[in-house]
């Protein structure tokens, strides 16, 4: 159908690309190119830096705005009228899906950018049609222009949508802020083709093919799970398998899944009218005189409500436009048979529904069709499982409520991060868990701040001890989803404190120490304190005096506060910071490197003086295998010197591979004498054999660099330390 047009415009260079995922230049090659204009920097952001869009959404008139949402609810426009009259729950499948991509193994994905108005999103199947969703949203977005972001606007309407159909909600908080580009860090799978073209499904347990992480869909172009089914196979045990394994991904557990789905689809309908393959192509790939739409449907077609988006036909429930419990009261009266929608689908219908229990049509009210469910549905009450959870909403809706109130404010802000980041007057009060509350904390005086570093430099600590430890605390942290960072401590709980990449033995003993030497510091403060009192003692010896500034005021999490399980996903496969493999990945392990330091946030100088300067320092991870270091590019590690530049890209050393250690492992001898002098990894010699960066590494080998390059280092070193303190923004 055109989702792409045709051809496969894959042409491998090494099947490297593939691994690292298909670009929107794989999927429309002919697509202007506007990316040689964001060269050197050059922010496609119209916003502009000084742009602040808390401020410019405190400014916001929000109740005047719910009002206009809420109004446009049922003000149906003729080239898009609303199925009943009312557009909510068009809406809130636009808001399900904004948020719905947000996966746990990265962060990436989810509501908070507003990607859903970009390539590939705008154009992935499941997305089908939603382009008309946020247009009918243009001119109240015109409106309120800088004081609601889009992301934020997508959001609060499928809330406002809920309430206006008489649904529960727990809260909205807004400060999503718009990006003006496509998120090309995000890994959407390397597939050639889509779910609307017969891509093979992501878990075949036979074949022994399991979901690859981070991916949380089944098939490319799709949300979730496909709803006719494992690839279109309408069985729905298997589809039950395939929910549970994409919604956890999702951070979901089985009753929020069952909340979400069956309390979505008491509204609205699925569209399945005509055959697929009388659909133009997706907005990426449309005809300019569209201008953005995809999906054409002749006018005709539309408003006689002959539209086809999933392909499936029908309303779930007998009320589609009024929250309420006949989704389970359907589900359960009945028995579903297979049949097919009239585009071709399969999907289930109630045998001999009683004539109450029949949908109105979507133009006709006074016209009756048969409800339906979708295999995904079927799932909740085949699932023995999902099953239970299902017939106790049934006979609870309060229970359900509640259930999918919270379930729906966690998918929409699950990637907002701490509660300080939510703005606007209907935030909920309460902690929830999954926000990983943090107890506001303290500011330490400086006095205080002093004594203890003192303390700290003459406790028989190392440097290396003490960066490692403020590194493993602080670098957790994730810019897609906002978790992890040193605020709350987090790092003396398991399961941070037993990871292998933190070295658990010295791990433990840096922090019964610092604990022992804190006084009324907290441990999240005394943990950056003392890393970054080891940075100013290694700059010292350098021959460098700086100071390297700590904000203390980071709170200490308890127990109680932190779900164990839910920081599982946040341990790194490998951290080139700290020269660390756990598992080698389907990408090269450098390409590991570039993935932390994009989650960091960092710019390629900084990601470049950070490795040089750990290396310097000595904080790397023990290596598994060897009882010596690797990487550690210098004869005088803790001090805070340009060595790993300087030997690394000194010509009397000839590198060569390990050969046992499968490419991963180096060493380093002297050209004349043949001695060897280093071992190093991929990503350590990488900042030598790739050419850019090299050309940063020169820089900081270069002769009159050398306190440019400390003053690099602490100034990339404290952005990482501080990278979660919204609290001071
Ligand atoms: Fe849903 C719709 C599937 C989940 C909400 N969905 C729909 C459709 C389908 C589906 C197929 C149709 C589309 C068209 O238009 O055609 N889902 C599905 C699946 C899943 C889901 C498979 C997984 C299991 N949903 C969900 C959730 C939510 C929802 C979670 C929320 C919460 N949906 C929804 C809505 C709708 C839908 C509201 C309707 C829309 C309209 O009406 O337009």
Redesign the pocket.
Known sequence: TGSMGGGCPFHGDGGVRALLGRTNKDWWPDALDLHILTQGGRSPDPMGEDFDYCEAFNALDYAALKADLKALMTDSQPWWPA?YGHYG??F??MA?HAAGTYRTGDGRGGASSGQQRFAPLNSWPDNGNLDKARRLLWPIKQKYGKHISWADLFILTGNVAIESMGGPVFGFGGGRKDVYEPENDIYWGSEEEWVDEGVETRIIPDEGKALENPLAAIQMGLI??N?EGPGGNPDPLQSARD?RETFSRMAMNDEETVA??A???A??????AVPADQLSGSPESEALQLMGFGWATDAEQIEKGHIT??G?EGAWTPNPTQWGGDYFRLLFKYEYELVKSPAGAQQWQPVDPDPEDMAPDARDPSKKVPTMM?T?DMALKMDPDYRKISERFRDDQAALDDAFARA?FKLCHRDMGPRVRYLGPDVPSEDLIWQDPVPTGRVASDTAVDIFKDKVLRSGLSVRELVKAAWASASTYRKSDHRGGANGAHIRMEPMKSWAVNDPEELGKVLAKLDELRDDISMADAIVIAGSAAVEKAAKDAGFDIAVPVTTGRGDATEEQTDAESFEPLEPFADGFRNYLKTKASVKTEDMLIDRASLLGLSIPEMTVLVGGMRALGAVSKHAKHGYDIGVLTDRPGQLTNDFFVNLLDMGTKWATVDESGDEEFVGTDRASGEEKWHATRTDLVFGSNSQLRAVAEVYAENGNEEKFVKDFVAAWTKVMDADRFDLT
């Open positions: 199925d729950p068009f809130i499948r399900w979730y799970v709803p929910m979400l789905t309390g979505g689809h509204f609205g309908k699925c569209h399945g988006t999933s499936l979708t995904a729906w």
